[in-house]
């Protein structure tokens, strides 16, 4: 069985509560995707519930809102439009099991990897993509470009812009959202202020009879149960080369967006989550929605936010989430259907507030050039592109920045000892990018016939080191000088035992000499 409630923080009335305008706040969106990849809207709509759900009950962060996401729908789109909407179920299929394979061999921890510099373009690269798409929401309702608008930024300039009266009036209500949401928790906080504010702002626009875009100008999200279905496909080997690339795709980008979300709601509540147990969760609610008509999810930093921000901590607001969401598609169509779309993006706005590290301006001339390039290098990639592609370039570069000024610390110091042997003392870590500088500081013909190489302050990382060590072997040799190594670490001498067909050195053991070992670490 799993608790509902983990969290000590958490209360039933505030993840009732939180989940329901979780769920207002998925409507829209789970639509507008749908539309991205191609789809009919209950297809996004039946993803976000059966993927909220299934997350929420077995996933490992409670709190966090998984769902239909545009870092998806932009994927599909493709396989959708070349091969139909029966290869997107068995692609979503595939994807959730290559997902729940990455947590049974334990990958969640990879994610550590990430820099902070990169969580934090990440972080800001999602909050200006967030506020990006709701500005389709200010353009006409059936122009070309509009639903595509309303949530890819990069389909902004396709929109056809309202003005006059519709948008004054659009802009008032929200800024009338976003103030209740703002200063609502100064008077009371027995009820999440975004709840408040959809629910007053709706019934404004009701009464009043005013003329501003609702729900239902998107689409009808009417519909039935979910229904069992296996994918109507060929089970072929050609069936799985077209969608094999998909899957890995999705499943990649499903789980770094997941695992990074599930990082950042860890920081907000100081609490932490079960990366690998999150993998599984996330792979068994793919496949469990391909079989029901689903387009696939994952976590949805918007949604995660709302929630956290109105109280939600535990695994009820998740189920709340989803739960509300399908009843909504089975009896309350019509009137979420009335709700503005105003005060939603009210509450997103809120979102993109809350969302954006706004300190990143002032630490930006405080924090070495390197990490500052790549906080805004990831932000930029990730409203250009995708979030895994952003992800990814800031891994690799803050992997290259890491090498270089590591490459710069090698250092070797020469004496002569009691026996009359040349010794060479190197600190710094020995790898593909310092093997140049650390050969520069031999010389065999200065050096006597007897020469020590003491490892003591360094370490042999990589094969680009045994080479390095292997050519100055064969250097001492040719000059007729005995080369040693001495003080090497345990996992330096497993890495020259693993590789003595290649490298052929004379390793003195000693056994008085205690190093720190990287399994320990």
């Not at 003392?425 to 990018?433: H, I, N, S």
């Amino acid at each position: 069985m799993f608790d509902l409630q983990p969290n000590k923080n958490a209360t039933i009335k505030n993840d009732v509560l939180s989940g329901l305008t979780v769920a207002l706040a998925l409507v829209p969106e789970a639509v507008a995707f749908a539309f991205v990849a191609g789809v009919e809207p209950l297809v996004g709509l039946y993803a976000a519930f059966m993927v909220g759900l299934i997350t929420a009950c077995i996933g490992g962060r409670p709190g966090m809102i998984s769902g239909a996401t545009g870092a998806l729908a932009v994927v599909m789109v493709a396989l959708v439009a070349d091969h139909g909407v029966e290869y997107l179920f068995i692609t979503v299929v595939l994807m959730g099991l290559i997902q729940i394979l990455a947590g049974v061999l334990r990958l969640g921890k990879f994610i550590r990897m990430v820099p902070h510099p990169v969580m934090l373009g990440f972080v800001n690269g999602l909050a200006i993509v967030i506020f990006l798409a709701q500005l389709g929401q200010f353009g006409e309702a059936g122009e070309p470009g509009w639903l595509s608008g309303t949530f890819m930024a990069g389909t902004i300039i396709d929109v056809a812009w309202i003005e006059g009266q519709q948008l004054y009036m659009l802009l008032g209500l929200v800024l009338l959202t976003m103030a209740i949401i703002r200063y609502l928790p100064k008077l009371t906080t027995a009820v999440p202020s975004s709840l408040v504010a959809i629910v007053f702002v709706t019934l404004l626009v009701v009464l009043l009879g005013m003329d501003t875009k609702v729900v239902g100008d998107v689409a009808s999200i009417k519909g039935g149960w979910p229904t069992f279905h296996i994918p109507a496909v060929p089970f072929t080997l050609e069936t799985l080369w077209i969608i094999l690339p998909y899957s890995i795709i999705l499943a990649s980008i499903g789980l770094i967006e997941s695992l990074l979300t599930l990082r950042l709601v860890d920081e907000i509540t100081e609490t932490r989550g079960r990366g690998n147990k999150e993998c599984v969760a996330q792979g068994v609610a793919n496949t469990v929605t391909g079989f029901f008509g689903g387009m696939g999810g994952c976590a949805m930093i918007g949604q995660s936010m709302i929630n956290v921000n109105s109280g939600g901590r535990g695994r009820l607001s998740g189920i709340t989430a989803a739960l509300s969401l399908l009843v909504f598609i089975l009896f309350a169509s019509s009137l979420i259907e009335m709700i503005p779309l105003a005060a939603l993006i009210g509450v997103m706005f809120i979102v993109v507030i809350g969302t954006f590290e706004w300190s990143s301006f002032r630490i930006l001339g405080k924090i070495p050039k390197s990490d500052a390039l790549i906080l805004i290098l990831v932000s930029g990639v990730t409203v250009l592109t995708d979030l895994a592609i952003a992800v990814v370039v800031g891994v690799i570069v803050s992997a290259l920045v890491f090498a270089w000024e590591h490459a710069k610390h090698i250092l070797v110091e020469s004496r002569e000892d009691h026996k009359g042997s040349t010794v060479y003392a190197v600190t710094g870590p020995l790898f593909f990018g310092s093997v140049t500088s650390f050969l520069e500081h031999f010389d065999p013909a200065q050096a006597n016939d007897d020469v020590v190489i003491d490892f003591a302050r360094s370490r042999v990382a990589d094969h680009s080191g045994l080479e390095a060590i292997d050519t100055l072997a064969e250097r001492y040799l040719n000059a007729g000088k005995t080369l040693h190594l001495v003080h090497l670490s345990a996992e330096c001498r497993k890495l020259l035992h693993k590789a003595r067909g290649m490298v052929e050195v004379n390793v003195i053991e000693d056994p008085k000499y205690f190093v720190a070992e990287d399994s320990l670490g």
